[in-house]
């Protein structure tokens, strides 16, 4: 087993972990567990949604905060040259 797969392995089983964690707590009443559990495995997720998407604002409030306005050239007026010499339209 090289790096990447122990990584792997070590991320499913974490995974797994986590997600046993979570169903439990969502089942709390009905295994027994304490109720409080049952609301923290909803409310947490959300928190934590809320909580990056305001991130993802801020950061996208920054970037626009701080970066400087694209510079424009002037455009120059140049007078309409026609492509017939002989003023044939």
Known sequence: MNKDQAYGAVVL?????VTAVYLASLFAH??????????WAI?????????????ICMWIGWVMLTTPPPEFED???????S???EGRA
């Not at 009905?30 to 609301?39: R, T």
């Not at 409310?43 to 991130?55: D, Q, S």
């Not at 455009?75 to 040259?81: A, I, L, T, Y």
């Open 43 to 55: 409310a947490l997720p959300v928190i934590l949604a809320v909580l990056a998407l305001l991130t």
């Open 30 to 39: 009905y295994l027994a567990l304490p109720s409080w559990l049952a609301w």
């Open 13 to 17: 089983v974490i995974s797994f972990i």
């Open 83 to 85: 492509k017939n010499k």
């Open 75 to 81: 455009p120059v007026s140049k007078p309409v040259e």
